[in-house]
């Protein structure tokens, strides 16, 4: 009976020690499972920053101007072409000043000449 005893025994563990290595397969089974999403979400957050990196120190396209930017560099061209140096153009403010200066004077002196001439016509 004891012999029946201890082979009943051995038997029960045996049982427990094949569903103790089934867990252990299983448990590995989803840890590599794990693993495997672990290792992807990585991946695709090494792609994504590269692609971030990517855009990020790529140069800037130039864009084609609008309709507006032409006109106005159209614009700028020709008053470029037509602009007249700063030198010329306060030269010329200056001569025209000096001009009006001088008009205005002589018509004052011309004024005050004929009216001494009138005084002195009358005395």
């Known amino acids: 009976m004891k012999d029946l005893k201890y082979e009943a025994h051995i038997a029960v563990l045996n049982t427990k020690v094949e569903s103790l290595i089934d867990k252990q397969k299983e448990l590995t089974q989803r840890v590599r499972a ?14 994504a920053l590269a692609f971030i990196g990517a855009g990020y120190f790529a140069p800037k396209a130039d864009a084609a101007p609008t309709a507006g930017e ?17 030198e010329i153009m306060l030269d010329d403010a200056m001569v025209e000043y000096d001009d009006d ?23």
């Open 70 to 86: 032409w006109i106005q560099r159209m614009r700028d061209w020709k008053s470029e072409q037509t602009r007249q140096p700063i």
């Open 34 to 47: 794990n693993e495997k999403v672990v290792a992807a979400i990585g991946l695709l957050g090494s792609i």
């Open 101 to 123: 200066v001088m008009d205005h004077d002589c018509e004052e002196h011309t004024e005050e000449e004929e009216k001494e001439g009138e005084k002195g016509l009358t005395k």
